[in-house]
């Protein structure tokens, strides 16, 4: 008895389609003891697998078959043929035989025959009693005449299909069960009728063809499986057995046929073979590499080789196992293999094809024979995908260290109970402390701030809480060397370990600098808002003192010109003109500043009133058709009647008296300058468009800074000091709206404004 089992056999039995098959596997060792691999033996013959694995094969086998069983192993010893197929009867536990169909195979190397039996014994009883009923039709078929009320008995109560026929194959006579299958109410209305009544026509010239050959030959066709094809209804099989009809004189004068529905065993043979080649396909279809070597390292057997290989199975099979690995895994599969040997169990061992490059995780067991390793048995799973991202991993690792080294930041990677793992040069540079001098993050922080130690581990700690990025904090540090620094500190959760321990990262920035250059900003911010809000104070309270020269100028220079002192020339007049003009235009530039400058010193305050904007803005088209008749430019108005805002209505027209002023003066001869307005129940929104040159992008972004032309050369062309747009923006602010313009050079511009209706 072989008291351990080899890893193959065990495979075996493990297998789910050899425990399900109802067909018998086994092994057969050369000294004739039975290794049962499923439990259609027990099913069978009635002993356990113990039983049978205990005692001689040949023991079960029925005396009188023995010779010619050994003489079929025989046969298959001594000639080259590896297969042998014969029938015998095996003793069952209750003292009966079973009629097994085997199949044996003979596998030299491991001196063992692989065993497939089934049984055939229920098979071969049908077909006993077939023929045992057909010697008994004979038999009353040769009887006296005085027999056929037996005869009718036989055939009426008979279920296998029993008939007669002539000569030609015409039915004489039939059985109820067959007569109820051709759908006939009397087995005589089969009387002279043939099988091509019943049948298709190739099933009925099959027949018609063997009756034939039994007539002709004198013999009997004994137990033919076959199938009944009948018009319109699903096949049936049938076991046949047709013998000649002789009369006493021994002529031939018909056949006898008996016929017995063995549909259900045909289809259950048909399913078990169905399953055996699902299994075969399955195993064949197995994607691991299977693979057996002996002791030397060669390569006995093996399913399959991988398509980068670029050899057949027949290039590798008895060749060294080394041929088609790297020479640095030859050792280590070496000692994979002694590890099998010396403790009997399996062993895993990654290693590389030579030829395809791929990489394998693969289990070696033993084969064991007599007790004996023998050989080893390997599996090899392809894991190459699984080794490229292993690679690109460790790669990705490197280039994360190696950017956290090289990192301009200050950057420390640490676990949750502050175990430093990485520290940028960085972090050391500015600190003047070593990766030896920081090992923990408390260790660093009792020397970089032992004041706040706690409270920044504290905020550490907030990240493995909330496993996210918590907001940035900023303390104060001290450098080896005693400076004094502001960091801000920003952690995240970065990963988690194997042992489950959390990584994170802390990123500072040194702001040491930037504050202090903020805080010379802020200083040099109120200097400058100071220094403005005295410069506007200045101004608002100048009005009198600029403005009360300039009147005296103008008045003087308009009683000269009107001759209220005496006459003047020409030439005189001109002059005195150019005065009046100049100082109008300086006393107009003087309002704009002062104007400005009130509301940047927050001392102008608007005159509210109700009034209706239509006729504000008719005031001031009338004062700017003026200059629009002497350019034949064509002023036009849109605007409800009924258009009723809360507003200052001198600031509101000076609004309006700016931008179409504007408008007119940056317009060529014979251009147009619309205003459209549009009140709604909440604000007033106002459009000027005109055809005039345009503004460029880049110089929109200047048009409502104080004390600035776009263009200088416009400046001296058009004239103006650039305080329109700015003052213009300012009242509009004023009034709690917005302006704002679009443009294209060469097209003209649209200023769009609006403003609440009423005025909180």
């Known amino acids: 008895m072989v008291n351990r089992m080899s890893p193959e056999i065990e495979v075996f039995r493990n297998n789910p389609f050899f425990q399900m098959s109802a067909e018998m596997f086994a092994i057969i060792t050369f000294e004739g003891i039975l290794i049962p691999l499923n439990p259609s033996w027990e099913d069978t013959l009635g002993y356990s697998l113990e039983e049978l694995q205990s005692r001689s094969w040949i023991e079960l086998i029925h005396s009188d078959d023995r010779p010619s069983v050994l003489s079929e192993i025989n046969k298959l010893n001594d000639n080259d043929s590896l297969n042998t197929t014969f029938e015998a009867r095996l003793h069952s536990i209750d003292e009966e035989y079973k009629r097994l169909q085997f199949i044996i195979r003979l596998d030299r190397e491991q001196s063992i025959y692989y065993v497939l039996a089934r049984d055939t014994s229920s098979v071969m009883q049908m077909e006993n009693k077939l023929r045992d009923n057909e010697l008994k039709f004979q038999q009353l078929a040769a009887m006296h005449t005085q027999e056929s009320e037996f005869l009718h008995t036989l055939m009426d109560n008979n279920p296998d299909h029993i008939y007669f026929k002539d000569i030609d194959s015409q039915f004489i006579r039939i059985s109820r069960s067959l007569a109820n299958r051709f759908g006939l109410k009397d087995p005589s209305d089969a009387i002279g009728k043939t099988d091509f009544d019943f049948f298709t026509r190739e099933h009925a010239h ?72 699902k299994w075969r396909s399955l195993v064949e279809s197995a ?6 070597l002996d002791l030397n390292y060669t390569l006995q057997f093996i399913n399959r080789i991988p398509p980068a290989a670029e050899v057949a199975v027949e290039d590798v099979v008895g060749k060294s196992i080394f041929e088609f690995l790297t020479e640095e895994h030859h050792d280590g599969f070496r000692q994979a293999c002694r590890q099998v040997i010396d403790t009997g169990e399996v062993a895993g061992y990654e290693i590389q094809g030579r030829l395809s490059g791929n990489w394998y995780a693969s289990c070696l067991g033993p084969i064991i024979r007599d007790g004996k390793i023998v050989g080893f048995l390997m599996t090899s799973t392809d894991i190459s995908a699984r080794k490229q991202a292993e690679t690109e991993l460790q790669e990705s690792e490197q280039r994360f260290r190696r950017a956290v080294l090289n990192a301009p930041l ?63 904090a900023q303390y104060d540090i001290t450098t080896k060397a005693g400076e004094k620094q502001i960091w801000e ?63 005296a100028i103008i008045g003087f220079a308009e009683i000269l010109r009107d001759e209220l002192v005496g006459p003047v020339n020409e030439e005189q007049k001109e002059c005195i003109n150019d005065i009046r003009v100049s100082g109008q235009h300086l006393l107009e530039m003087i309002n704009d500043i002062l104007d400005l400058s009130k509301i940047e010193a927050g001392k102008m305050s608007l ?38 805002i809360e507003a200052d209505r001198i600031k509101v027209k000076q609004i309006f008296y700016n931008l179409l002023s504007n408008a007119v003066k940056f317009t060529p001869d014979n251009g147009k300058v619309t205003t459209n307005l549009k009140v709604t129940t909440s604000d007033l929104y106002v459009m000027v468009t005109d055809t005039g040159i345009g503004i460029s992008e880049e110089d929109q972004m200047k048009l409502f800074a104080p004390f600035t032309q776009i263009d200088t050369s416009k400046s001296r062309r058009y004239g103006g000091t650039g305080l329109g747009l700015a003052l213009t923006q300012r009242l509009i602010e004023l009034h709690q709206g917005e302006i704002s313009v679009t443009s294209e050079e060469g097209k003209g511009s649209t200023f769009s404004f609006s403003i609440p209706i009423t005025q909180s």
């Open 206 to 277: 099959q027949a018609y063809e063997d009756e034939k050959t039994v007539i002709e030959s004198g013999k009997p066709i004994e137990a033919k499986q076959e199938k009944e094809t009948w018009p319109g209804s699903q096949d049936t099989w049938v076991s046949t057995t047709k013998v000649p009809i002789r009369d006493r004189s021994g002529r031939i004068k018909g056949t006898c046929g008996i016929s017995r529905d063995i549909t259900e065993y045909h289809r259950a043979d048909q399913a078990l073979r169905d399953s055996e080649a």
């Open 287 to 292: 994607p691991d590499i299977i693979s057996t």
């Open 410 to 472: 200050p950057i420390m990677i640490h676990d949750e109970n502050g175990e430093i793992i990485l520290i940028s040069r960085a972090w050391t540079e500015l600190t003047g402390y070593s990766p030896e001098e920081m090992t923990t993050v408390s260790n660093w922080l009792e020397q970089a701030n032992q004041e706040l130690s706690k409270d920044i581990q504290e905020y550490l700690v907030q990240v493995n809480l909330n496993k996210e990025r918590v907001t940035p």
């Open 489 to 551: 500190f920003s952690s995240s959760l970065l990963g988690i370990q194997q042992d489950g321990t959390r990584i994170i990262i802390s990123m500072a920035l040194d702001n040491t600098d930037r504050i202090k250059a903020q805080q010379a900003m802020q200083n040099a911010k109120e200097t400058a808002e100071y220094a403005s809000r005295a410069k506007s104070d200045f101004l608002a309270n100048m009005s009198h003192e600029l403005r009360t020269p300039l009147n």
């Open 607 to 644: 005159q509210l009133e109700e009034f209706h904007i239509l006729d504000a803005v008719e005031e001031v088209n009338a004062i700017i058709n003026a200059l629009a008749m002497k350019k034949n430019i064509e002023l036009s108005l849109a605007c409800p009647e009924n258009g009723t």
